[in-house]
T-cell receptor, first 116, second 112 residues
């Protein structure tokens, strides 16, 4: 079974630009979550999607947005990039249950974003 | 509000020593799930174990064991006879509702 695939793996942007990151979950998984990982802040929850619906959102500014498509693939977008957005962005998929999900998260390798 | 605290930032042990990683959590929910994940130097987070709030039975898997105590809101992880390959960052996580949050992680160094 193929794992969670994230693209691109690495990218460099400049302040003010925007970026879109993509995530393909494990086949059959309908839940996708996004996390920002930095050395100082650890793993910070961004969003969770299930069947194209955002079920929860972390404490990030509105510049961070996401969506999920009918095939469960997900994208996240960061607009007006700031230096502090430099991080590893991790996507995780889960089989979960429709009600709340009990499943463990399967993570991708991440997209490393550098903002100059 | 949810919160996961891993007070140990870094732990260094010599191979074959036993080591316990601490995790304390906070939640208002009566139904929740606790997890441990491992992030080796290669970077990819790997699931280790899940416990639900109604199952306080401790679990052992090879050299790994987990102690879940609701009375102290703790979910500690012990590695017995540590090996160099155990060197990684270990994260404790809590899920209630539609959100999984992680502790800050404990970096474990196992020296040969």
């Amino acid at each position: 079974k193929a794992g969670v695939t994230q693209t691109p793996r690495y990218l460099i942007k400049t302040r003010g630009q925007q970026v879109t990151l993509s995530c393909s979950p494990i086949s059959g998984h309908r839940s996708v979550s996004w996390y920002q990982q930095t050395p100082g802040q650890g793993l910070q929850f961004l969003f969770e999607y299930f069947s194209e619906t955002q079920r929860n959102k972390g404490n990030f500014p509105g510049r961070f947005s996401g969506r999920q498509f009918s095939n469960s693939r997900s994208e996240m977008n960061v607009s007006t990039l700031e230096l502090g957005d430099s991080a590893l962005y991790l996507c995780a998929s889960s089989s979960g249950l429709a009600g709340g999900g009990t499943g463990e998260l399967f993570f991708g390798e991440g997209s490393r974003l550098t903002v100059l | 509000a949810q919160k996961v605290t891993q007070a140990q930032t870094e732990i260094s042990v010599v191979e074959k020593e036993d080591v316990t990683l601490d995790c304390v959590y906070e939640t208002r929910d009566t139904t929740y799930y606790l997890f441990w994940y491992k992030q080796p130097p290669s970077g990819e987070l790997v699931f280790l174990i899940r416990r639900n709030s109604f199952d306080e039975q401790n679990e052992i898997s090879g050299r790994y064991s987990w102690n879940f105590q609701k009375s102290t809101s703790s979910f500690n992880f012990t590695i017995t006879a540590s090996q160099v390959v155990d060197s990684a960052v270990y994260f404790c996580a809590l899920r209630d509702g539609f959100k999984t949050i992680f502790g800050a992680g404990t970096r474990l160094f196992v020296k040969a």
